[in-house]
């Protein structure tokens, strides 16, 4: 199935139901075996089947606005090898409001690898201590 046979004839494609884990990199989430196991049996997520319109309509949506009216902590894990640091970068740029990025030491998709899982942890809890501090010095 080409993306362009699906562009021209979405509604013969639309109601194909193809696993998930079928185009799915499943593997890259984690470099943790357990954890990859987890994800390619987890019903939810590897064992789930999806209609084709699914994957069409992601590859479809086109973001207009990217101003926020939040904080924005951005933290991308250092060894990715789904999501490369340049890709979420692109998007990073686009986002208009206050934003920090952090790129970790190391760290799949899902970074429970150490360092990157403290790294996560450390700067998680320093940007909403850092929120919060900062909405009570104006509520007062």
């Not at 640091?85 to 208009?96: A, D, F, N």
């Not at 190391?106 to 690898?113: I, Q």
Request: some cysteine; overall charge neutral; proline content about 6%.
């Amino acid at each position: 199935m080409s993306l362009l046979s699906m562009a021209v004839m979405p509604w013969l494609f639309d109601r194909l139901v193809i696993p998930l884990s079928l185009v799915t990199p499943l593997a890259a989430m984690s470099a943790n075996k357990r954890m990859q196991a987890y994800f390619e049996n987890d019903p939810f997520i590897g064992k789930s089947w999806k209609a084709a319109r699914f994957f069409r309509m992601v590859h479809k949506t086109r973001i207009e606005n990217w101003a926020l009216r939040c904080p924005l902590l951005l933290v991308h894990p250092g060894q990715d090898a789904w999501t490369p640091t340049e890709l979420s970068l692109v998007v990073y740029e686009k986002i208009q409001t206050a934003k920090c990025f952090l790129e970790l030491s190391n760290g799949s998709h899902l970074p429970v690898e150490e360092p990157a899982n403290v790294e996560l942890i450390c700067e998680a809890d320093r940007f909403l201590n850092g929120f919060v501090l900062s909405n009570v010095a104006t509520a007062d």
